[in-house]
């Protein structure tokens, strides 16, 4: 399955940010969604083979990496207090096409900011 | 653009009684549509979706959904809710057309009285 790291985080303003993702094995696309309290999941960003794949309406400042080994990174850099949210990931398997990609979410990671 | 909706933000049924759980989506493509459950503390679980073909489609845990192109809806039913169905459930929409977005509804709480 996917699995994310770290499960908690708390930080405080102005500080930067990485969270860990391992995606599912064979997958070769991963998404990042950030959901605040009591909201559904917003798209951030989508690397697929390494490279961005779309954006969602998320400033310059959260930024990502894709590896070849199944893993990625998502990066906040200046938190601001509304960065306080759930990022999930999720990997999926992009076929011919763009067709037929479920995508399968980690547990998250609950990121704090003061 | 695309997007979901989801009516009333908490439904309360009583063990037994029928699910029935609203999404109405917007989309200007043919839509791939998801349903997902979030229990406390957790990322988010795949219960079904709808690509192509058979518009009735069965999940897990004995939830269904149908797809209506007419009424532009997808909503979730279970003919006799358990306890263990308490959770938040999220519909999303993807566009078939290319891209791996998924676009989130607000989500509905789902309580399950004895």
């Known amino acids: 399955g996917v699995t994310q790291s770290p499960t908690h985080l708390i930080k405080t303003r102005g500080q930067q940010v990485t969270l860990r993702c391992s995606s599912q094995s064979g997958h070769n696309t991963v998404s990042w969604y950030q959901q605040a309290l009591g909201q559904g999941p917003q798209f951030i960003f989508q690397?697929?083979?390494?490279?961005?794949?779309g954006r969602g309406n998320f400033p310059p400042r959260f930024s990502g990496l894709q590896f070849p080994n199944d893993s990625s990174e998502l990066n906040v850099n200046a938190l601001e207090l509304d960065d306080s949210a759930l990022y999930l990931c999720a990997s999926s398997l992009k076929l011919a096409g763009g067709r037929g990609d479920t995508q399968y979410f980690g547990p998250g990671t609950r990121l704090t900011v003061l | 653009a695309q997007s979901v909706t989801q009516l009333g933000s908490h439904v309360s049924v009583s063990e037994g009684a029928l699910v029935l759980l609203r999404c109405n989506y917007s989309s200007s493509v043919p839509p791939y549509l998801f349903w997902y459950v979030q229990y406390p503390n957790q990322g988010l679980q795949l219960l079904l979706k709808?690509?192509?073909?058979?518009?009735l489609v069965k999940g897990i845990n004995g939830f269904e959904a149908e797809f209506k192109k007419s009424e532009t809806s997808f909503h979730l039913t279970k003919p006799s809710a358990h306890m263990s169905d308490a959770a938040e459930y999220f519909c999303a929409v993807r566009n078939t057309g290319g891209g791996n977005k998924l676009t989130f509804g607000t989500g509905t709480q789902l309580k399950v009285e004895l």
């Open positions: 709808y690509t192509t073909g058979a518009t």
């Open positions: 690397y697929y083979r390494e490279e961005e794949n």
